[in-house]
């Protein structure tokens, strides 16, 4: 077998573009041994050409796009991020029948169907194992190693922040504002993070995920997403004392013929496979027909396992010119639905003694009390909480019950309702 | 995209065989639209017409090899297992170019480099995902998914019967012959389990998944192995007290350019990721330069999951003519070595009171007592015992040391030497 030459354009080199040009320059050599693929960056797009990049060939820079795209590259790789111009750019490339390898997470999740036809139409590739979960080749096991399964359920941790806050709290009882600063201090939160712990970022990844294990369009904001601003160090412990852990998890699973989906976090066994992945990983928890429950998890985010992702996607194209073609049409259509749980609400009232009159109502709408917990503030304050654990319940009787407390008045903030996994 | 048909020649109609035949019946429809490829088992090879296979179309059995060979299939499937006459079968169709796919571990252990490189030569795809580890799409991730990593550590529980004992030992008190009954009734072990409690399909397994990930050669008997059978109930309750579990783990690690091996039973912290690994699942976790720690688990074996293994590897092959060519050559050798580590020791002893004599020997030869135990098994008895943990030692002074104690004669019994995981 001879050796292939193969010459990469890339576009954007920030993070993930200069985890790339590293990892191409480590490890070449073993992927020519391991693969026959030579691989070479021939272009990079840049805003800036001032920018002190350490590792990377300055010779290779430019700001016009058109040096990357319509020079003679065999592929083009898109780590910009972003809808415009990363979609422009990969749609001139597709057109032109370029390979395309992006890592571009909220641009899939808008458009990755009319992406993914558009590959199909001009005959090349279009690889995203970058887009979800970093290293973890979880693209590639929905497309290819699960592919004679059907898919009966997928979640995950698919937020590294909220999983190293929530570790953080739960871990060393640090609050959400101290684990949030570390977490941005260590690199796992951006200095905005509203993407990332009001819970959209792993909604985004989600919709993904859905789409390529159920053969399900999902439609832009069908997914009823939550984040994990309101829990509190009491919630986290009073979940303990349960026997469960609070993590952030992003859910699809076939409910009546339909794709049911929710981003939020949830009280989880301690035993459950989830429950034990700590800090800034990421995992995810397929259940197939023929291979029953299939857990997958790792590193989900940062420079050198994304790019470790964006290269195998890269080498495959070039080994297998493989379309992975994911046939538009959809067999199933996603959106919000539930199915019956047991439910941890906690409410802040005005007096502890509010546990009585919340319960009789939660039973007088169907929805049976497990376990009930009034906590008093101290004499001088308003915020009691109210804590109960339900049976299962369906998430419509729960939510007239809350509403029907909600008439009481008895509240003095806003409540948490978060599901009990299995 | 066009439909495109597949004929399947499948050799064997054992448990994976009928789990295939289930399989395609039950998804095809599902696998033609996400992939566009039509299946369809043409010829199947068993050994006995006259047997009651439920499911199988009778009018395409037959016992003469030729009719599926040398008939117009596109593609050899192989699970009869064992390494004749499955190896002719396989060296036969390669040579007639016909792509392969085989679940069989003895023979890719065996003579995988060969297989590879016949594949290679005919242009023809070999696909052998299901020999390791079920379901779990693990050759996948090492030949493609983590194609840019330098793979630096794998370790895994490989063997279902193994991991279903010790988890019946350690949770219900179960003794081994106890737990090893009831996973011969629950089909998780063989009747002659000895392939299985001794290590050795478990190294099998390390042997195919070393090769791939460190483009290693490993010469057939060069991994050293120890089962399962010599573990007790009191082992791994002295274990739990410190902090471990025992699991019976296959280990391969880069040491000094070489890759050193091993599959035996080893203490792990409780916290350790394969420690929470149960019953008679598999779990694979891959340590690499870019990626980092990355851990796939999952059902390790059974019809169904192993039919998905094979039928992915199906798909993929009709879908890319996928070579996933592994160069031969092999970039670094394996064999038996081992990193300095912590040990676990328990000897069988005349008296109790041997304990000081054996420490003072572990510590003149340098190897250090972390905690030591001496237990009375009561006066009628001569069979006492005394476990040590030792601080990080290397092989070599903790053999010297063993060798040392074993002339003192004080031992009434076998003793069991566990390597303690990080």
Redesign the interface.
Known sequence: ?STQKLKIGLLGCGTVGR?LVE??H??DA??R????VELGITKILVRDLAKERVGVDRSLLTTNPRDVLDNGCDMVVEVIGGIEPARGFIQHSLARKKHVVTANKALLAQDGFKLMKSA?THQVCLGF?ASVC????II??LR???????IQQLSGILNGTCNYILTRMTEDRMSFDAALCEAQAKGFAEADPTLDVDGHDAAQKLKILTELAF?ARVSGDSIPVEGIRDITLDDIEAAAELGYVIKHVAAAEVINGAVALRAAPVLLPKAH?LA?VHEENNAVLVR????????????GAGS??T???V??DV??IA?????????S?G?LSGGAADRDSKYFIRFVVREPSAIGRIATVFDRHGVEVNRAAAVWAGSVHVNHQVRLLTHSSSRKALETALKAVGQLKLEAGRNLVLRVAD
């Open positions: 077998m985890g990892l191409v480590r490890n073993l992927i041994q391991r693969t026959g199909e194992e970093g290293g973890i080749p590639r096991a290819s190693g699960l592919v004679g399964n059907n053969n496979q034990s197939g027909d023929a291979v029953g429950e299939m857990l997958f998890s790792g590193k050198l396992p790019a470790s992702a290269l195998s080498v495959d080994r297998h010119k493989n379309r992975f073609s994911t046939r049409g067999r």
